[in-house]
């Protein structure tokens, strides 16, 4: 069982940034790719950010430009820097351990084993 636990949601204007924090286990960021999800409120959950092996990213085509990943293995830390942010980007974001890194699996849910508990982030216009 891989914990990982979410921090730093909340709420900001159109326009603003936020930076998401996940702490997991060690080791956990050499042994599986890590993600970040969505679930906007009466949505199906959506696939925004991956990374393998601390520098490979995958992002989803409404993020692309706005939005950062990156994890720090030493700090057991993934993060998700949020710039630019827009209403339609409220929504609850899960932190997510998955496949095999060398795998490249991208961002698709179905792949992901293990998730946090989730933080809200909400933009208002």
């Known amino acids: 069982q891989v914990y990982l636990v979410e921090s730093g949601g909340g709420s900001v204007q159109a326009g603003g940034s936020v930076r998401l924090s996940c702490a997991y286990p060690?080791?956990?960021?050499?042994?599986?790719?890590m993600g970040w999800f969505r679930q906007p409120a009466g949505k199906e959950r959506e696939g925004v950010a991956s990374i393998e092996e601390e520098s490979h990213t995958t992002y989803t085509d409404s993020v692309k430009g706005r939005f950062t990943i990156s994890q720090d293995n030493a700090k057991n830390t993934l993060y998700l820097q949020m710039n630019n942010l827009e209403p339609e980007d409220t929504a609850m974001y899960y932190c997510?351990?998955?496949?095999?890194?060398?795998?490249?699996?991208?961002?698709?849910?179905?792949?992901?084993?293990?998730w946090g508990q989730g933080t809200q982030v909400t933009v208002s216009s």
């Open positions: 997510a351990a998955g496949p095999d890194p060398r795998l490249r699996a991208g961002i698709d849910a179905t792949d992901f084993t293990y």
């Open positions: 060690g080791d956990t960021g050499s042994a599986y790719s």
